[in-house]
């Protein structure tokens, strides 16, 4: 989507704040001994009681056989992203959690995600995590008019090979506003100057997924959880923002 009214671009921050506040919300019930259900149940009520839609609920990706059954994805160690929240799931001390979550209101999507550690985590544990981020916040700074697509996976790549994480292929950033995914398609590697130009007013969710060890992933049984394929942790960060000539403009926050 690329915003063209005012009436549209306060739709859309709206929407953004919503979102943060229940991911706040849900970040402040994690704990060891928390279900990964629980912490869906909750992103689900409260983005209900709202008037706005959990945009990930019932929703098909292409590729996908069968609707994903949660408005949340939590993604725990060496899960990547996608994974699917169970009552059977338990957070324990030492664990890091991806949550991932997104909203629709009066029309609009927006997308976000944040890795948390639940209680003490290593020290490895903690610096992917703050890696993650900032990778993310590289990208959003790239993220000007008249730059490119490659710009901003550029920008991600630097911040991740520099702490010498592994950057996960498969999976990238993608426009939202008007769905859950829109074109174009962001890598979280690449080359300044190449791929789609970037244009004042274009939306998107750009969403860096760093691993400890290879960046190898593998889908699992359930045709949604993405993990990593030697086991290692990964964490993921997600804004959506908005392009302007100074970068990126937060709109979940
Ligand atoms: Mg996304």
Same mark, same amino acid.
């Given at each position: 989507m690329i915003i063209k009214t005012e009436k549209e671009k306060k739709i859309l921050y709206e929407a953004g704040r919503r979102l943060a506040l229940v991911l706040d919300e849900v970040e402040a019930l994690v704990?060891?001994?928390?279900?990964s259900a629980e912490l869906n149940s909750h992103a689900e009520r409260r983005i209900k009681e709202m008037g706005?839609?959990?945009?990930?609920?019932?929703y098909t990706p292409a590729g996908s056989r069968r609707p994903y059954p949660a408005g949340l994805c939590v993604s725990i160690?060496?899960?990547? !992203?996608?994974g699917i929240p169970s009552e059977e799931r338990l957070l324990k001390e030492g664990d890091i959690v991806g949550l991932d979550i997104g909203l629709r209101h009066e029309g609009l999507f927006v997308d976000m995600a944040r890795t948390l550690p639940v209680g003490n985590v290593s020290k490895e544990a903690r610096d992917l995590i703050f890696i993650t981020k900032e990778s993310l916040e590289a990208g959003i700074l790239a993220a000007?008019?008249?730059?490119? !697509?490659g710009d901003i996976g550029a920008a991600i790549e630097v911040v991740a090979k520099r702490g010498k994480l592994g950057i996960v292929r498969e999976l990238g950033g993608h426009g939202v506003g008007e769905a859950v995914h829109e074109e174009p398609y962001i890598a979280n590697f690449g080359k300044t100057g190449t791929g789609e130009k970037l244009i004042d007013g274009m939306v998107l969710a750009l969403e860096p997924m760093l691993t400890l060890g290879s960046p190898a992933v593998v889908l699992g049984k359930d045709g949604y959880t993405f993990r990593t394929r030697d086991g290692s942790l990964s964490a993921h960060f997600e804004h959506t923002i908005i392009v302007t000539p100074d970068g990126g403009e937060i709109v979940t926050c």
């Open positions: 704990r060891p001994g928390a279900t706005d839609v959990p945009s990930f609920l019932h160690n060496d899960e990547v !992203v996608h000007k008019s008249g730059g490119y !697509v």
